[in-house]
């Protein structure tokens, strides 16, 4: 078919018009994904590796951490959940060193001596660390150590063996607790840095409330007066 001059010169004012439009739009410029929100189970990243702190990890946590294809730590003590676990395995997801338990401060120590199942469900109660020890003489140099910043509940056999050696100490009001009744009188009074008891009589929400009530109290009452050397006050 033969094109008259008319035609060329149209199909041309077309082509140079189509190529002026398309140089008026502007490079695309490349859209970058959005940042990973942070989710309630709490995230971190470090490079590659995403920090979960969630005690309960699951696939739809893991899907708004966009952990795919990288490293993840967890809390000690999360659980993964079985969703979460296939998730995993799905998308190459490699499980690192696990983050410790955060640090919690602690009210006092129990220094048992043998053993005192019911000492140590009350300590857990009450937010007190356990710590086993020999004899009543390791009892009582553990608490001599530790008296300085924590309170100190000692579990023996000779109880008041212990609150002897201790009270050798001016810094040091240990109180010997033959039996569970009545005990809050004397802790209101003196507000003993050291408690010595043995375990026998002592039920789990009796040892609860001792602690309780000795994690309450710092320093010794206003009225509290020291005997100085030559026995006067």
């Known amino acids: 078919m033969k094109l008259s001059a008319e035609k060329i010169d149209e199909i041309v004012r077309n082509v140079l018009r ?3 439009t398309r140089a008026a739009v502007p490079p695309t410029t490349p859209v970058q994904p959005p940042a ?8 971190g990243r470090s490079d590659d590796v995403v920090v979960i702190r969630g005690r309960v990890v699951t696939e739809d946590v893991l899907a708004e951490s966009r952990v795919a294809g990288k490293t993840v730590s967890l809390m000690r003590g999360a659980i993964l959940t079985p969703s979460g676990r296939d998730y995993i395995r ?29 000492a140590q469900a009350a300590a ?5 660390k356990v710590s086993q020890v ?16 924590v309170r100190v509940l000692c579990v023996t056999e000779d109880p008041s063996i212990v609150a002897c050696l201790l009270n050798r100490e001016a810094t ?14 004397l802790i209101r009074r003196m507000h003993p840095n050291v408690v010595c008891l043995s375990s026998d009589g002592w039920s789990f929400s009796e040892l609860t409330r001792l602690l309780r009530m000795m994690s309450s109290f ?10 100085i050397p030559g026995g006067i006050r």
């Open 90 to 118: 799905k998308n190459a997801v490699r499980l690192s060193s696990i983050l410790p338990e955060p640090e919690v401060s602690v009210r006092g120590i129990v220094l048992i001596a043998g053993k005192s199942q019911t």
């Open 18 to 20: 189509e190529l002026q």
């Open 134 to 149: 020999e004899d009543s003489l390791a009892a009582a140099v553990a608490a001599r150590d530790a008296v300085a910043s």
């Open 172 to 185: 040091i009001r240990s109180a010997v607790l033959g039996r569970s009744e009545g005990f809050e009188k």
């Open 124 to 128: 857990q109660a009450a937010s007190w």
């Open 36 to 43: 990973a929100k942070p989710t309630g189970a709490g995230t």
């Open 218 to 227: 710092s320093g010794p009452p206003d009225s509290w007066k020291e005997l």
